[in-house]
């Protein structure tokens, strides 16, 4: 008996042969890669493997050179805007409209998702409580710290209860208690059917919160499937260097022996002579200060 072939539609995201090139350098290669809706998926891989590139093209912020994007089974291409409405995506922190206080913030994404302003203000005061910035409700973005800079983006891509939520590491700078409720929010939203996908460079909180997972190196997928399929038996983080390289034995540099050697005072040998070698000290004091 023959196993159908999957289809895009079913998927949360399927991406085929995507590529992009920037001059010379080609970003991504030839990718393709489908994430089940409804898993929390992590995307991993070495700076400037083309985890971002990736997401910007799938998301709609990004035209590609060449290849396919579907979102629920719609092509993300021939209709931005109606792919648009199904995702969530967390803006960087240079992307807020940080002259707004918190509360002020919310309402306006939520009403720039076509929501009514008082469903939009009640939603906001629900996600500044779980996200612990209500006592910052009235306080300018701006004046932020950067954890809870990080968790109003957050707060900003879920006001409108998308299907799909893009995040880009989304747990930087959040402190651990702030970072596990934040978890415990993804999860349960997962949970409801909802899908997740996360890039980070954090291995055991993949490990921990993922489903699935994609290792991407030089803009191509190198293995993607659930967490124990790729991990193949090993720890992920073992396995994500086996599968991009790039490990090397410590340099063993001479001098970097935190003074063992000799105090971390440098003596004989050092360049010049006398009093006047470096780091030296005379005890005659200078022309000018007889």
Request: glycine share 10%.
């Given at each position: 008996?023959?196993?159908?072939?999957?289809?895009?539609?079913?998927?949360?995201?399927?991406?085929?042969?995507?590529?992009?090139?920037?001059?010379?350098?080609?970003?991504?290669?030839?990718?393709?890669?489908?994430?089940?809706?409804?898993?929390?998926?992590?995307?991993?891989?070495?700076?400037?493997?083309?985890?971002?590139?990736?997401?910007?093209?799938?998301?709609?912020?990004?035209?590609?050179?060449?290849?396919?994007?579907?979102?629920?089974?719609?092509?993300?291409?021939?209709?931005?805007?109606?792919?648009?409405?199904?995702?969530?995506?967390?803006?960087?922190?240079?992307?807020?409209?940080?002259?707004?206080?918190?509360?002020?913030?919310?309402?306006?994404?939520?009403?720039?998702?076509?929501?009514?302003?008082?469903?939009?203000?009640?939603?906001?005061?629900?996600?500044?409580?779980?996200?612990?910035?209500?006592?910052?409700?009235?306080?300018?973005?701006?004046?932020?710290?950067?954890?809870?800079?990080?968790?109003?983006?957050?707060?900003?891509?879920?006001?409108?209860?998308?299907?799909?939520?893009?995040?880009?590491?989304?747990?930087?700078?959040?402190?651990?208690?702030?970072?596990?409720?934040?978890?415990?929010?993804?999860?349960?939203?997962?949970?409801?059917?909802?899908?997740?996908i996360v890039s980070s460079h954090v291995m055991a909180l993949v490990?921990?919160?993922?489903?699935?997972?994609?290792?991407?190196?030089?803009?191509?997928?190198?293995?993607?499937?659930?967490?124990?399929?790729?991990?193949?038996?090993?720890?992920?983080?073992?396995?994500?260097?086996?599968?991009?390289?790039?490990?090397?034995?410590?340099?063993?540099?001479?001098?970097?022996?935190?003074?063992?050697?000799?105090?971390?005072?440098?003596?004989?040998?050092?360049?010049?002579?006398?009093?006047?070698?470096?780091?030296?000290?005379?005890?005659?004091?200078?022309?000018?200060?007889?």
């Amino acid at each position: 008996m023959s196993v159908p072939t999957p289809s895009p539609a079913d998927f949360a995201v399927s991406i085929s042969s995507l590529t992009k090139t920037f001059g010379s350098k080609r970003a991504v290669d030839n990718l393709s890669l489908n994430i089940p809706t409804g898993s929390f998926f992590g995307l991993v891989g070495p700076n400037g493997a083309g985890k971002t590139t990736t997401l910007n093209m799938t998301t709609g912020l990004l035209v590609p050179d060449v290849g396919y994007i579907s979102i629920l089974g719609n092509d993300v291409w021939s209709d931005v805007n109606r792919a648009k409405r199904s995702i969530g995506v967390m803006p960087q922190a240079d992307q807020l409209f940080d002259r707004l206080t918190g509360s002020q913030l919310l309402v306006y994404s939520g009403m720039l998702r076509g929501m009514k302003r008082a469903e939009a203000g009640a939603r906001s005061r629900d996600l500044l409580h779980a996200f612990d910035l209500a006592d910052a409700a009235d306080t300018m973005v701006s004046d932020y710290s950067a954890g809870m800079t990080k968790k109003i983006s957050l707060a900003t891509a879920m006001i409108h209860s998308p299907r799909i939520l893009f995040l880009d590491e989304p747990f930087e700078s959040v402190d651990p208690v702030s970072s596990a409720n934040l978890r415990d929010i993804l999860l349960e939203y997962a949970q409801t059917g909802g899908t997740v996908i996360v890039s980070s460079h954090v291995m055991a909180l993949v490990e921990k919160m993922c489903t699935h997972v994609a290792v991407i190196d030089k803009g191509t997928v190198k293995a993607a499937g659930t967490i124990a399929d790729v991990a193949a038996g090993e720890d992920l983080e073992d396995r994500f260097l086996d599968l991009v390289g790039g490990r090397h034995a410590a340099a063993h540099i001479s001098w970097l022996d935190g003074g063992a050697h000799d105090g971390g005072v440098h003596d004989e040998g050092a360049p010049g002579d006398g009093d006047t070698r470096a780091g030296s000290v005379s005890s005659e004091p200078s022309e000018g200060l007889r």
